[in-house]
C-alpha cells in the first residue's frame, strides 16, 4: 500500500541426484539480430568452427530425474583453441521453470545481450525446477537444481572452451543464496563469487575464506533485508575472507541492472583477482541495455482501460518545455529545408522572374514555452536565437537578362530571440499525441535581422551590372519582410512535428518503474505500457487519461491480442482544471496486475519467505499442533512446508463509517480497505527429511485490511508518508485436512490461525519501511514537485504535487534590497525585505537572485524548494545571503 502511493509521486521507476548425463544441442531458429524474442536468442546446433560466436545456444543434459535445458553464451570470436573465462549465473525466483530460456530474460542475460559484440566471457545459465520450495532454497547445494548447476558446468566445460581456473560463480536474489551455498560446497570450483541481494547461514562461510567475494546489496530491500546480505560479508571477513560488501543505499531488491549492466563489475568477473570497487553505471551502458529491450517486441496480456490521469499544469507545462531545447534537434539546434521560393519583379521598366533555389534554415531553441489558454488550444512559443535561412543560389532571367548568385544569408534573433508562436489543438491518433496547428505568428523586429551580400554575382545582358543585381536583390529580400515572415510561419509545423515526436518518445510508453514501485513478489516486474486515451486542453493546462497495458509476466508467452479487461472510471471531464501536477490511478489496476502474477504461477510466497520473522510460526510443528491436532499423530522429528498462494485477485475500496478512522484532509486519506477475497494457506509435511513434502492440510482465506495514508510534512522540508490503521486487520480461515492425510482427529482450531495470520501481518505493515517512508521529489523538466495532498476514493487514489516555494529569510537586523529574474524574463523589483519576514517565490523553474554590493552583485542561483537566509557570517561581518541549514 505504501509503495502504491509511493508511486504516484514517482509519476512525472530458489533435489541429490546421480546418473549418466548426455549434453547435445537442440534445434531453434537461426538468429536473426535485433529485435530479438527471448527464443531467439538461443541457435541452432553449434556451427562448425563456431563462426555464429557472440550468440546464446541452447543446450540440454539428461539424468535420472529427465532431461534439462540450459543455455550457453559464446563470445564473439570465440576459437575453441583458446580458454576463456566463464561465468556460471544462477538466475532468481521469477525464472523458474523448464524451458532453458527465462534465465535470459533478467539479470546477466540481458547485460549479455546488449554487448554481445564485446562480452568477453563465456556464460552458462541454468534453470532451477524448483516450482515448489522456498525461494531462498532453489539453488542450494544438495538440492536437485543446485547440484544439476555443477553438472552443467562440467557438461559446458567439456563441449567449449571454458577455463577451469577463470570459472566465477554469480547470483541474483534466490540465485544469490545460491551463490553463497554452492560457493561454499564447491569453494575449489570458483575463482571468485559474487552475489546480488542474496543471503544464507552467516556460520557456514568458512570454505570461502580464500575465494574473492564480492556482495551487492540494496539498503531499502524488504525482501531480503540488508541485514541479511551483511552478516554474510560480515562473518566471511571475521573468518579473514577476501570479502567486498558493497550497499546502495536507494536501491530496493532488484539491482539487475546496476549490477550486471555495470563495466566494473564484468572487469571483475573477468579479472577478479583486484578488489573490486563498483564505479558508477555509465551512461553509455544505460543507453546500451535500454535500446536493446526495446528492440524486442512488446506483447500485451491485458489492457486496463482508463488506468491512470495526469493533469499537467500551466506551472508543470512550463518547467517540462524549460529543458524541451535539449529534447529537439541536435543538442537545442533545429534544422530544415524550405522548397523553392518563386517571384517576380521589375527593375528599370523591366520584368524579371526570381527563383530562390537551395533554401535551409538552422536556429537555436533558447526557450520554449507551452502553456494551455483555451478549450481545444495549446500554445507552443519557441525562442528563436540565432536563426539563419540561407539561400544557396538566387535566379534572375528576363527577356534579354539573366543573373546568378551565390548564397545569401538571412540572419535574425542575434540580439535576443525572435518569438515563433504556435496553437495547436492536441488530438490522439492510433495512442499517439498529435497536434493539428492552428495559428502561427511570427514577426521580426526590425533591429533584430541583416541579409549578407552574396559573395558571387554574374549578370548577362546589355547594361546590367553585377552592382546593379547586387543593390536591386538586397532592397528587394529587404522590402520582402513579411514574405520572410511568413515563410519561417510556414516552417512552424515542421519544427512543431519535431517536438510532438519527442513527447511521444518521452511522455508515455515504458511505465513498469511505475509498477516497479508497487511490485511485492521476489520476481521481475511486469513490462508495462501507457496508451492515451483522451486528451483535453483548457485555459491553466492539459488533462489526460490513459489506458495501461501489461506483458505477462512470462516472458515466453505470446497472446494474439491483449485481454480487455474491466478497467477503471477515470474520465478528462471529471480532473480538475488546476495549475499543479496530479497523477491518479484507478484502484481496478491492482487486480488485473495481481491476476498476471496468478496466471503465471508467481503468486506464491513460502511463509519462512516472508519479511516478518513471526509469519515462520505457521511453519512451527509445535504450533501447527494446536491448529490441526491430527497432526500429532506425527513421529518426533516432521518437519512441515507452509505456502501462501494467492488465488484471486486483490482488491481495494474504500471503507465507509470505520470507527477510529481520521477525518479525510488534504493530507489524509479517506479509509481505505485492501481485499483479499480468497487464498489458500497450504501446509506439508514430511518424517523423512529427504522426501518430498507430502499435502496435509489447506486453509481458504480472506483478509481485509483498513488503512489511511497520512502525509507529514518535517521541518527539514521532507515530506513523509505514513501508514495508519484504524482498525486491526481481518482474517478469516477455513480449513480441511487433505484428503489422503489419514487422521481421526478431524477438529481444526481455524480461529488460532486467524489470529496468528492476523498478528504477523499487522506486524509487518507497521513497522519499519512498510509503515512510513520519506518521499523523494519528482523531477519534471528543472523543476522539483513533492507530493502534496492525497485522495482517495473507489474511483481514484490521487496525488497533488506541487513546486516547493523558494524562500528567503532576513535573519539580520537591517533590511536588504534585491531582485530576480526568472527564465526568459526581465529582471523583477527591487524587493525590499525587512528583519524578521520571508519572501515566497512558488516558480517551477530556477530563479536568479541578485544584490548590489558597493559596485559589484552578489548573484545566485536559487532552486525551486531552497530556503535562503540573509544573516551575518558566523566569523563576523557585513550580512549576506547564505543556504539554510537543514
Known sequence: MRQLWISLSLTISLLGFSGSREAFAQPFPADPGLPLTIEQLAVAQVPAGLAASGQFYTREIKDDLGTHKYTVFLPKGYESTKRYPTVLFLHGAGEIGKDGLKPLSVGLGPAVTARRETFPMIVVFPQSEDETGRLTGGWLAGTPSGERAIAILDAASKDFAIDPK?????????????????????ADRFQSVLIASGGGNPADVGPLKNTPVWALHGAKDKLVPLASGKAMADALAADGGSVTFTEFPESGHDLTNEVFNNDSVIEWLKSPAAKPAYQPTTAAAKAKLAASQAARPFT??????????????NRVLDSVAASAPQMVGNNGVIYGRIADIFDSTTASGRQFSVQFSNISYSARLERVVVQGVAPERLRIQLGLRNATLTIGGTYINGARHAAQTSAIGIYMGF????????????????GRLRFQTLNVFFSIAPDNWSISQPGYVSAQGFGLTQEMVRENLMSGLYSRKGRIESEVRNAAPTIVAQLENQLNLNAFGDASALVSAVWPLPTSTPQVRLIPQEIVTDAQGVSMVMALQAASLDPLAKPARPEVVKGGELSVKKIDPGLDLRVAVSPEVLGPLTQLAIDSGLS??????APEPSFAKLADPEFLKTILPGLRQLPAGWEANTVFVLTEPIQLATASDLAGALPASEKVSAPLVLKVNRALLKVGTRTDATAAFKPTAEFELSIAMPVQVV????PNGTTTLQLVYPAETQVTANGKYAPDFKTDEQTIENQLLADQLSSSWTKWISTGEAAASALPPVQLGQASYQISQIQATNEELAATLETPSIRITNKSEEAFT??????????????TLKPGETHRYRIASPLTYRRLVGSTYETYTLMPGSRSEFRVPREGGAPRLYEAKK
Do not use: C, H, Q
Open 166 to 186: 577463470k570459472i566465477t560463480l554469480a547470483g541474483w536474489s534466490m540465485g544469490g543464496f545460491g551463490a553463497w551455498s554452492l560457493g561454499e560446497k564447491y
Open 300 to 313: 500485451p496480456a491485458i489492457e486496463i482501460p482508463r488506468a491512470m490521469a495526469v493533469r499537467l499544469g
Open 415 to 430: 540580439n535576443r530571440p525572435e518569438w515563433l508562436t504556435v496553437d495547436v489543438r492536441p488530438y490522439l491518433e492510433n
Open 604 to 609: 506464491r510466497v513460502n511463509v519462512m519467505d
Open 711 to 714: 502525509l507529514k510534512d518535517l
Open 818 to 831: 534585491y531582485e530576480t529574474k526568472g527564465l526568459g524574463v526581465a529582471w523583477g523589483g527591487p524587493y
